[in-house]
């Protein structure tokens, strides 16, 4: 059997927790249809948060092709620049293929509040309201005491 994948992505530039929407389309280029039995999702660094991709019980049929569409966000969160992920998907299937598709290049700028350093609760602009802020340091304690 001729399994081949294809790989493509809609926003291949988003920022930081935003889905991705992907669809891979495998084609099967033999005389027998084939049943897919796993599609493995992988990105650099394994930043790909839950792909949701379908695949139970889907059969390509001869000299046929069939897509799957899913999405999956990327997080950049701890990065003052943009970040690229390159995102591949192998498909197995029960003729004993196992096909890579193309890589796909997607570039994540990071959020607002992550860049600028004004997550609520975030140092150093701890405690927000409804929080409090506990020293560890008890020689601060002592100077307090003997200020009074």
Not at 118 to 135: H, K
Not at 136 to 146: P, V
């Amino acid at each position: 059997m001729a399994i081949s994948a294809q790989l493509q992505v809609a926003n291949a530039c988003l920022p930081s927790g935003t889905p991705a929407n992907f669809v891979l389309t495998l084609t099967n280029t033999g005389s027998a249809a084939v049943n897919v039995q796993t599609l493995q999702v992988t990105a650099t660094s394994n930043v790909l948060q839950n792909p949701n991709i379908s695949y139970l019980n889907k059969q390509i049929p001869a000299n046929g092709s069939l897509s799957f569409p899913f999405s999956g966000a990327f997080y950049t969160v701890f990065s003052s620049q943009e970040m690229n992920y390159q995102v591949i998907v192998t498909a197995f299937t029960d003729d004993g293929s196992v096909t890579a598709s193309n890589p796909v290049l997607v570039s994540v700028s990071t959020t607002a509040e992550a860049s600028s350093g004004t997550l609520p609760g975030a140092f150093p602009l701890m405690p927000v309201l409804g929080q409090l802020r506990f020293e560890s340091n008890l020689l601060s304690a002592m100077t307090i005491a003997l200020g009074f």
